[in-house]
Every structure is written in structure tokens, then in C-alpha cells.
């Protein structure tokens, strides 16, 4: 069930598909709203949340008169209950099409990534766009900073598994639902507060069978309208121009992004402002109710967390490890000496060879293509990699 909260904008005050439609609709708690014949509720947005500066605010409020602003005409709260299925690319039966024509919901998977995940949210913040997040377990543990900062800013984190397995469905069933289960508890512990009960399969590659686990943990599953193809396409003009073809082609629907990709951080300032000037507007996904994580996961992940918060007060750097990998991100405090690191020239090689087998990203469409995350070397690794290499 999805409950729909609308601005003043009069073009969806007589729309037939909202009111054929048989959800019950009404204004958030917190807003300031009236109905109109019992159609819709009229609320006012809260534009920006407790991260955003007053000065974002400020522009934010008068975004909608402004056609370089994406804005957010609508924020429709799900009823996961019932583990409802949204998006069209799947096979299984899901909801209709809850969003009108020139509509977009903006959503981003596999991370945070810091760097990038960053740069995207000022990019949203700039275009007054607000997005969901699915992050992966091992990234949202790992960078936990991050994921708060997301939600801060006012937008929704729900879970993309705890390692993001290739193809989900080819699991057994346990390994599968505790993929789920332990990405339910690593992203809650991350955020430090409850999360949306809103999932994503990795490669779409959802099934009946763990549908009807999500259904049974009142979880909804959120597949895409629109398929970027962020995960090969490195060329941000190339990408720019072949989503907002499809967008067009779709007029609008729920979008996938990655936001461990450089170039969709470079693409997405283009993106949205080809979105804007086209009339396209931004709806937020909310939850009615929140995820409820298995407590003895969440309690698990909560030290690792809760040490990384710290050294993130600190200043301590963590290194990034692809989440694909077995090990994990791995806290980064003082280079050892070089003699402490013993490396040889071929057991570097076959480091990066394993690398290079573990960095395969999804695919969504058609066959899967290679792409690297790249790690950055520590200095002792590289002195310890020259000193094993004949001058």
C-alpha cells in the first residue's frame, strides 16, 4: 500500500489513476495539511532535514519556480506490511504503477563509497532532490559516518544484502535469507538508528521463494523502471545522455544508479539538470513503519561500528577494500616498518589477480561485463613490492 503525499501542484488534484486508486491517502503526522475531497492531502514539504545548510534551505524553498530545480513534488509513504514489490523489471507480480508521467524516483545501490557518495549528495542537495540509498552491509560497516550522513540529509537507506552476492538466487536458501538478514543488521547498525524496511535485490535477481521472506519480515522489495548501465558505462557524457534517453523513452519510473561510481558522480550535475529543464520532478519513498533487524546481528556489528565512529572523530583513514572481497575495509593507523611486510613480486601478482576475480559488478541487463573497484595501496605494501622487484 502506498500512501501519497502531494504538494499544492494542481495537475495531480483530478488525476484518474489517483483516484481510481484504492489506498487509503493522507498527510504525514508531522505535516501541515488539508484535503481535498478526500482525494488527496495537500502537505508542505520539509525541504531539507538536520545536515543541510540554512543557505540550501533557504534556495530549496523556492526551487519549484525554478525549472533548474528538480525539487520533490511528492513523498509517497509504502506500507511494507504485505512485502509489496514496486518497479516493473521483474518477473513476479508487482504493484501498478505508482507514479504519473514525468515523474522519477532516484535511487543508489553498493554503497556508501565515500568519496563518491559525497559528491552525490551535494549534487542532490544543489538540485533539491532527495533519494534512496541501498547500501551493502560490509560498505555501510565499514563507513557507517557515511551512511548517517545520508540519512541526515534526508534521504532514505534501505539494505542491498551484507556482501552483495552476484546472483542471490543460486545460493542455497539459508545463505541466501542470511545475506539478507545480516545486511538488514550491518546498515542498521551503521545508521545508528532504524532504517527503511525497503530492499534491493543485487542483478534484480529476486525469486519467489525470498520475496516471501521479505513479505514474512514485512520487508518491501524495490526493483527499477530504468537501468542506468552506470556499471559499464565509464564515459560521464555517454552516460548522461544514454539514461536521460531512457527516461524519456519510460517518461520517468524509478531510476538505478550506483554510488560507487565515479563517473555517475561526474554524470549526475547533467543528469538532473537535463531532468529539470524537461519538467521532470523527484518523488521521495518513505516507509509507513521501520525495519526490525535481528537484535543479535545488529549487536555484532554494533562495536566495529561504533570503534570506526570514533577514529572517524578522530581522523583516522580507513582504506577502502572492494565489498566483494573476503577481508573487508581495513582500518588504516601507521604504515608499519618495511621489513614488517613481506611481499614477494609473485605473491603481489597474485593478489591482484585475486582482486581481479573478486571485482566483478552485477549485471543487470544482458551478460555480465568485468569492472574494477580499485583499492588504494598502502605505502608499505608499495615499498614493500619495490624492494621485491630486480632493479
Not at 11 to 34: E, G, I, Q, V
Request: charged share 25%.
Amino acid at each position: 500500500m502506498i500512501r501519497h503525499h502531494v504538494d499544492a501542484m494542481s495537475k495531480f488534484r483530478n488525476d484518474d489513476r489517483l483516484r481510481r486508486s484504492p489506498t487509503a491517502l493522507r498527510p504525514r503526522p508531522n505535516c501541515a495539511a488539508r484535503w481535498l475531497g478526500g482525494i488527496l492531502a495537500v502537505c508542505t514539504l520539509a525541504t531539507m532535514s538536520v545536515g543541510t545548510s540554512v543557505e540550501a534551505i533557504a534556495a530549496c524553498a523556492d526551487s519549484r519556480s525554478d525549472r533548474r530545480k528538480l525539487s520533490v513534488s511528492r513523498v509517497l509513504e509504502v506500507d511494507t506490511y504485505t512485502g509489496p514489490v514496486l518497479g516493473k523489471l521483474t518477473k513476479l507480480p508487482h504493484e501498478p504503477q505508482f507514479l504519473l508521467p514525468g515523474e522519477v524516483v532516484l535511487t543508489f545501490d553498493d554503497g556508501p563509497m565515500p568519496w563518491i557518495t559525497r559528491s552525490i549528495l551535494a549534487t542532490l542537495e544543489t538540485y533539491c532532490a532527495r533519494a534512496t540509498f541501498f547500501s551493502v552491509g560490509k560498505m555501510a560497516v565499514a563507513y557507517p559516518s557515511v551512511v548517517r550522513e545520508v540519512l541526515e540529509r534526508g534521504h532514505t537507506v534501505g539494505s542491498h544484502t551484507w556482501s552483495h552476492p552476484l546472483n542471490l538466487k543460486r545460493l542455497s536458501a539459508d545463505a541466501a535469507r542470511s545475506e539478507m538478514e545480516r545486511g538488514f543488521a550491518a546498515v542498521t547498525a551503521a545508521a545508528g538508528r532504524p532504517i527503511a524496511p525497503f530492499f534491493r535485490f543485487p542483478g534484480l535477481s529476486d525469486t519467489p521463494t525470498l520475496v516471501a521472506h521479505l513479505a514474512a519480515r514485512h520487508v518491501a522489495s524495490i526493483t527499477v523502471d530504468v537501468v542506468s548501465n552506470d556499471s559499464f558505462i565509464h564515459d560521464p557524457a555517454r552516460l548522461t545522455r544514454e539514461t536521460l534517453a531512457k527516461v524519456e523513452a519510460a517518461r520517468g519510473g524509478i531510476i538505478l544508479f550506483h554510488d560507487i561510481k565515479t563517473a555517475t558522480a561526474k554524470a549526475l550535475p547533467d543528469i538532473l539538470r537535463a531532468l529539470a529543464e524537461r519538467g521532470y520532478k523527484v518523488v521521495h519513498l518513505v516507509p509507513k513503519a521501520t525495519l526490525a533487524p535481528r537484535p543479535d546481528l545488529v549487536a555484532q556489528f554494533e562495536p566495529q561500528v561504533t570503534r570506526l565512529v570514533r577514529e572517524k572523530v578522530a581522523g583516522t583513514k580507513v582504506a577502502l577494500v572492494p565489498f566483494f572481497g573476503t577481508t573487508g575495509p581495513q582500518r588504516v593507523v601507521a604504515a608499519p616498518a618495511p621489513q614488517e611486510v613481506v611481499m614477494t613480486a609473485q605473491e603481489a601478482a597474485h593478489e591482484d589477480t585475486k582482486l581481479d576475480e573478486r571485482n566483478a559488478v552485477e549485471a543487470v541487463e544482458g551478460p555480465a561485463k568485468p569492472s574494477r573497484v580499485w583499492v588504494q595501496p598502502s605505502a608499505a605494501w608499495l615499498a614493500s613490492l619495490r624492494k621485491s622487484l630486480p632493479d
